[in-house]
């Protein structure tokens, strides 16, 4: 596979620009199935998975981040932007100069395979860099899905997105999960239920968890819903 053609960018009304800067909001995040990333690692990481349709280097970083953009990038285009303009796409405090345009993981709770193992649910967490690190936790502990009840912060926010360390797209993530479809959930797959609460709580090494476990951490400061724990095994 040939290396992308390399274009430059030296205006703000750009439309990858303005593509870029509407992709800050989440209803343009979900309508197009995209999200920003920055950072070479995590573009490096995407990149090479296939996730990535498009990258912008910074123009004074340009003869050290261009060897980066590999031919094993599965890219439709790369950019090298002027840095003025790179300034307004660029979010992380002390940036390395290189932002991808990555496609959503597309998942389907009702085609979605259950195997034995760990689960987590999130009801209500709120803060996106707490999520990022839970995702990236999750990952490392080898979990084998994450279920986002609805009123949980969006995944590909950039904080979370940043927090997480390209982890994303390592494990299943679904959003915006009723309380219907995750009861129907954990009964269709027999899998057993173990809230995080300060009332009535045990060590969690002095429990027997089961083959298929999920377990359910709540809102930073409200915990898990009453509706919530109500409908949990343990």
């Known amino acids: 596979m040939e290396s992308p053609k390399i274009d430059y960018i030296q205006s703000k009304d750009n439309k990858t620009i303005k593509h870029i800067i ?4 989440r209803k343009y995040r979900q309508k197009f199935g995209e999200y920003t990333v920055e950072g070479i690692r995590t573009v490096t990481d995407l990149g090479k998975k296939g996730f990535l349709r498009t990258i912008l280097i910074r123009e004074s970083k340009r003869s050290e981040l261009e060897p980066l953009v590999q031919k094993d990038f599965t890219i439709s285009s790369v950019y090298v932007v002027q840095d003025p303009i790179f300034d307004k796409i660029e979010h992380s405090v002390n ?78 993530i679904f959003e915006d999960i009723t309380l ?29 968890y089961a083959k ?7 809102n930073e400061g409200n915990g898990v819903s009453k509706e919530i724990i109500e409908m949990c095994d343990q």
Do not use: W
């Open 212 to 218: 298929r476990t999920m377990v359910i951490l709540g």
């Open 22 to 25: 509407s992709l800050q909001q």
């Open 95 to 172: 940036g390395q100069g290189i932002l991808g345009i990555a496609k959503k993981c597309i998942t389907d709770l009702h085609s979605f395979i259950v195997e034995d193992g760990l689960y987590i649910a999130l009801d209500g967490v709120q803060d996106p860099g707490n999520l990022g690190t839970i995702i990236r936790t999750a990952v490392a502990a080898g979990a084998k899905g994450i279920f986002l009840l609805k009123g949980t912060v969006d995944p590909y926010n950039e904080k979370c997105v940043r927090s997480t360390m390209s982890a994303l797209c390592n494990i299943p």
């Open 180 to 208: 219907s479809e995750f009861y129907d959930f954990i009964k269709d797959n027999t899998i057993k239920t173990y809230v995080t609460s300060l009332d009535n709580a045990k060590p969690y090494h002095t429990i027997s």
